[in-house]
């Protein structure tokens, strides 16, 4: 499974029912930061399975679930999101403020590219399947929010303790440094 960070631009957020719309994965003609290109129908085979296992996240550490799929299309701009948030989780609640104020333009995807020869350098995603989209806060720079956010709070490891009140300030001066840019 890979994690790929890529724009998201938002349409819509409804604060009553945590439910949003937006477009990522845009079909690019050139390749991204990593040297990618999303195709069109790249997305056929998760839309055809239907959206059921795609879960949103909040955490890229913990894959912490916040809410779901509602509607995923192909467009002819890129893949179209319809998500709700599940507004009985706390988290759920700060992910819904993030989007509504235009602080989340990214979201990481984690998917796996069944379908991507490289041609000319650059390899082109025909075909992948989706498994978790991920809310991300701006980036500092391409690519660098994957990185950062798994590193903002170590997974305790086995036999560690887990201070949550340290966690939540490295997170807090995390998001501070990207709101300074």
């Known amino acids: 499974?890979?994690?790929k960070t890529v724009s998201f631009e938002i349409k819509e957020v409804d604060e009553e029912t945590g439910i949003f719309t937006g477009y990522m994965a845009i079909f690019p003609?050139?390749?991204d930061q990593d040297g990618d290109i999303f195709r069109?129908?790249?997305?056929?085979?998760?839309?055809?399975?239907?959206?059921?296992?795609?879960r949103i996240l909040f955490d890229p550490n913990i894959r912490e679930p916040v809410?779901?799929?509602?509607?995923m299309t192909e467009e002819k701009k890129g893949l179209f999101l319809k998500g709700s948030l599940s507004l009985g989780v706390p988290r759920a609640?700060?992910?819904?403020r993030l989007l509504r104020d235009g602080a989340i333009?990214?979201?990481?995807?984690d998917f796996d590219a069944i379908k991507a020869p490289v041609i000319d350098g650059a390899r082109h995603l025909q075909e992948v399947r989706l498994w978790d989209f991920i809310l991300l806060p701006p980036a500092i720079s391409p690519g660098v929010v994957s990185r950062e956010a798994r590193g903002a709070?170590?997974?305790p490891g086995a036999g560690d303790s887990f201070d949550l009140k340290e966690a939540e300030a490295?997170?807090?001066a995390w998001l501070e440094r990207i709101k300074r840019g």
């Open 1 to 3: 499974m890979e994690m």
């Open 29 to 31: 003609r050139d390749p």
């Open 40 to 54: 069109r129908d790249s997305f056929r085979k998760t839309l055809k399975e239907g959206s059921k296992r795609v």
């Open 67 to 71: 809410g779901r799929p509602l509607v």
């Open 93 to 96: 609640h700060e992910a819904l």
């Open 105 to 109: 333009t990214e979201i990481a995807m």
């Open 153 to 155: 709070v170590e997974p």
């Open 170 to 172: 490295r997170i807090g």
